[in-house]
């Protein structure tokens, strides 16, 4: 079994609630869905979740305009060059929500409801925790790369 599948065969009435919280992502609106993987990506790169990376680096290839190497880049923890504002924004809001504890600076706060809204930047936030929880969920049952290489 791969992803996050054997935590809910362990817990199962947890692993619903999780799985209840993965389906309704899918309905947040006012993202970009470069600006999501990208979000999505650098949540995995700090948590180093093999499984994510793997998965969501397939989603920012196949339906994002970010390229082969941008992918790799925020794989490995690095600010890859050429990001489009709103990706640059969401990296950067991610990069910092997950490294540094305590409140948001205000500047990536006021940069982000510049450049994604106020749906935009809510959205980003609530990607960035959910991806947070689910790294912790799959790194928790070791869930690796099917391929075999982080």
């Known amino acids: 079994m791969i992803g996050p599948m054997p935590f809910m065969l ?12 993965a389906l309704s992502l899918g309905q947040i609106p006012g993202l970009p869905v470069e600006a999501k993987e990208t979000a999505i990506l650098a ?18 290839r196949s339906k994002t305009g970010l390229t082969a190497q941008q992918v790799d880049d925020i794989s490995s923890g690095k600010k890859p060059e050429g990001l489009s504002e709103q990706a640059d924004v ?6 910092y929500l997950c490294a540094t504890p305590g409140p948001l600076k205000k500047n ?3 940069r982000s409801m510049e450049c994604l809204g106020k749906e935009g930047t809510a959205a980003l936030v609530h990607y960035i925790g959910a991806y947070a929880y689910t790294c912790m969920i799959l790194n928790a049952i070791d869930a690796p790369n099917p391929e075999g290489s982080e």
């Open 43 to 60: 949540t995995g790169a700090h948590f180093q979740a093999a499984y994510e990376l793997y998965a969501h680096g397939k989603v920012a």
């Open 10 to 21: 362990v817990a199962p009435k947890q692993g619903e609630q999780f799985l209840r919280l």
């Open 90 to 95: 969401a990296y950067d809001v991610a990069t």
């Open 108 to 110: 990536l706060w006021n």
